[in-house]
Structures are given as structure tokens and as C-alpha cells.
């Protein structure tokens, strides 16, 4: 085996190396820097010396009202989540499965609302929940999240129900099921890796959402986290506690990671076996 060959083989590790290390570089450096006292914060050495965790007691620190603002993007974005999966399998599975006119026009409508910024729509919302009492309440905020979770699940599983042959509705209804009892019971578990994917990158979306909490809220103990981090205070007025917030972003980032942790092996174990699973 020559060099040249046995580059040729290690190439493509070197790449996935590459762009992992790309991806980690920013969360590694955040870690580094809530480790790292307020007087060392700016140094660029790789390792903190000394170790120091003042930024993780000043993160909970009762004034700062950090914990109050983790509940609140915990009901946020799970509630925000499991109505745009309960929904959006139902509809996913419609548009899958029944064939009627404009459906395609339908998918692209549903899609397209997805993709007005969110900016745009903040200031009528805000108008609307002011007449009606919604200012500092939950459903202030998972409303307007709802309006783009709920096309992007639609969107991720109905393309996942289109790959699922008809013929397993069909096995099941001859075996005695209903239609509807076809879908509980054959569909569902097998369309499992698919919902748990949409409700991963549903919550993701839901619990790093940030405009629409600052607009909704003017409530310290209403704000969610990443609104409560931007609102961090230092010692003086002038001063930015960067240490306090690299340790809240990381404390925030570590439900993500571990819900990712969690359920990768059932994703990925469903989706490379399908459904003749």
C-alpha cells in the first residue's frame, strides 16, 4: 500500500475531524471562558488557570432570576413542542396519505409561513395580545412559536410518512384495524424516529427562540433564559459580566445536548431500519 493510497483512505476522517472540531471550537471556548475568573476572562490561553466556578454562583445568584427563567423556557418550548407534534402528525399523515387538490400549493403555503422573519410579525402580535390580556403569559410566547414550529414538523414528517408504504394500512385493515387504528398502532411506533427528530429540532427551535419572549414579557420572573441572559448585570453599570454569560449559555446548552444524547441511537436505529423493521 503506498502513501499516496493510504492518504487517499484517511482523507475523509481528517475531514469529519476537521469539521467537528470547527463545530466544537465555539461551545469549547464558551466552557473555557465560564471557568476563568472575571480578571482573566480575556486570556487566550486553551485551559483556565485557575479553575475557577464564581461565574456558576453568580449565574444563580437569586437576583439574576436565572432558575425562574430555565422553568420558563422548559414550559415554553415543551409545551411549544408537543402541540406542534400533535398536530402537525395528523396533518403530516393527511398530506402523506389523501390525495386532493391545491395539496402541493397547501405543502407550500405551510412552509412559506415558516419563513416570514420572526421581526415582522412582533409588532402586530404585540398590538393584539396588549387588547386582549396575553402580555407576560405563556401562551404569549408559544403562540407565536407554534406558527414556526408547527410548519417545519408538518414539513419533516410528511415527507417521513410519504416513505412508509401503503401497504402496511392496508395489512393492518385486512388483519381487522380501522383506518384509524392502523395509524395508532402500525404507523406511530414505525414513524417513531421520525417524531422524536421533529420534536428534537422543534424544542431546539423553541428553546433558543429569543424575540418573541423580550417582546411578550417585560416581567422578570416571565422571561426565559436567553432573554434573562441578555439582561444579565455586572458589579458596575458599565460592565459586562461575559463570565456569567458563558456559563449561563453553557447551562443552557446542556438540556439540548443531553436530549440529543438520549434519544440518537432510537433515531438513528429506526432510520437506518425503516420500516421493514
Same mark, same amino acid.
Given at each position: 500500500?503506498?502513501?499516496?493510497?493510504?492518504?487517499?483512505?484517511?482523507?475523509?476522517?481528517?475531514?469529519?475531524?476537521?469539521?467537528?472540531?470547527?463545530?466544537?471550537?465555539?461551545?469549547?471556548?464558551?466552557?473555557?471562558?465560564?471557568?476563568?475568573?472575571?480578571?482573566?476572562?480575556?486570556?487566550?490561553?486553551?485551559?483556565?488557570?485557575? +479553575?475557577?466556578?464564581?461565574?456558576?454562583?453568580?449565574?444563580?445568584?437569586?437576583?439574576?432570576?436565572?432558575?425562574?427563567?430555565?422553568?420558563?423556557?422548559?414550559?415554553?418550548?415543551?409545551?411549544?413542542?408537543?402541540?406542534?407534534?400533535?398536530?402537525?402528525?395528523?396533518?403530516?399523515?393527511?398530506?402523506?396519505?389523501?390525495?386532493?387538490?391545491?395539496?402541493? +400549493?397547501?405543502?407550500?403555503?405551510?412552509?412559506?409561513?415558516?419563513?416570514?422573519?420572526?421581526?415582522?410579525?412582533?409588532?402586530?402580535?404585540?398590538?393584539?395580545?396588549?387588547?386582549?390580556?396575553?402580555?407576560?403569559?405563556?401562551?404569549?410566547?408559544?403562540?407565536?412559536?407554534?406558527?414556526?414550529?408547527?410548519?417545519?414538523?408538518?414539513?419533516?414528517?410528511?415527507?417521513?410518512?410519504?416513505?412508509?408504504?401503503?401497504?402496511?394500512?392496508?395489512?393492518?385493515?385486512?388483519?381487522?384495524?380501522?383506518?384509524?387504528?392502523?395509524?395508532?398502532?402500525?404507523?406511530?411506533?414505525?414513524?417513531?424516529?421520525?417524531?422524536?427528530?421533529?420534536?428534537?429540532?422543534?424544542?431546539?427551535?423553541?428553546?433558543?427562540?429569543?424575540?418573541?419572549?423580550?417582546?411578550?414579557?417585560?416581567?422578570?420572573?416571565?422571561?426565559?433564559?436567553?432573554?434573562?441572559?441578555?439582561?444579565?448585570?455586572?458589579?458596575?453599570?458599565?460592565?459586562?459580566?461575559?463570565?456569567?454569560?458563558?456559563?449561563?449559555?453553557?447551562?443552557?446548552?446542556?438540556?439540548?445536548?443531553?436530549?440529543?444524547?438520549?434519544?440518537?441511537?432510537?433515531?438513528?436505529?429506526?432510520?437506518?431500519?425503516?420500516?421493514?423493521?
Amino acid at each position: 500500500m503506498t502513501l499516496t493510497t493510504t492518504w487517499r483512505q484517511r482523507l475523509p476522517y481528517v475531514g469529519v475531524a476537521v469539521v467537528v472540531a470547527y463545530c466544537l471550537a465555539p461551545f469549547y471556548w464558551m466552557v473555557v471562558s465560564s471557568l476563568r475568573r472575571n480578571d482573566d476572562i480575556f486570556s487566550t490561553s486553551l485551559f483556565p488557570s485557575p +479553575l475557577s466556578f464564581e461565574n456558576y454562583r453568580a449565574v444563580f445568584n437569586p437576583s439574576q432570576g436565572f432558575s425562574r427563567a430555565l422553568l420558563n423556557s422548559l414550559v415554553v418550548a415543551g409545551v411549544t413542542t408537543a402541540l406542534a407534534l400533535l398536530l402537525a402528525t395528523f396533518t403530516a399523515y393527511a398530506m402523506a396519505r389523501l390525495d386532493f387538490r391545491f395539496k402541493r +400549493l397547501i405543502l407550500t403555503l405551510i412552509i412559506a409561513t415558516s419563513m416570514f422573519p420572526v421581526v415582522s410579525i412582533v409588532v402586530p402580535l404585540l398590538k393584539l395580545f396588549t387588547d386582549i390580556g396575553w402580555i407576560n403569559t405563556y401562551q404569549a410566547m408559544i403562540v407565536p412559536s407554534m406558527s414556526f414550529a408547527l410548519p417545519l414538523a408538518v414539513w419533516n414528517l410528511t415527507t417521513f410518512f410519504r416513505q412508509m408504504p401503503d401497504e402496511l394500512e392496508h395489512a393492518a385493515m385486512v388483519d381487522g384495524c380501522t383506518r384509524g387504528q392502523a395509524f395508532r398502532k402500525v404507523i406511530i411506533p414505525l414513524a417513531a424516529p421520525g417524531i422524536f427528530t421533529t420534536a428534537i429540532i422543534t424544542f431546539i427551535a423553541a428553546w433558543n427562540e429569543f424575540l418573541i419572549a423580550l417582546s411578550m414579557t417585560n416581567k422578570p420572573g416571565m422571561q426565559t433564559a436567553t432573554v434573562a441572559i441578555s439582561k444579565f448585570s455586572g458589579a458596575t453599570t458599565y460592565q459586562t459580566p461575559f463570565g456569567s454569560q458563558m456559563a449561563a449559555g453553557v447551562i443552557v446548552t446542556i438540556p439540548l445536548v443531553i436530549m440529543v444524547l438520549l434519544f440518537q441511537r432510537r433515531i438513528v436505529a429506526g432510520l437506518t431500519a425503516g420500516a421493514a423493521k
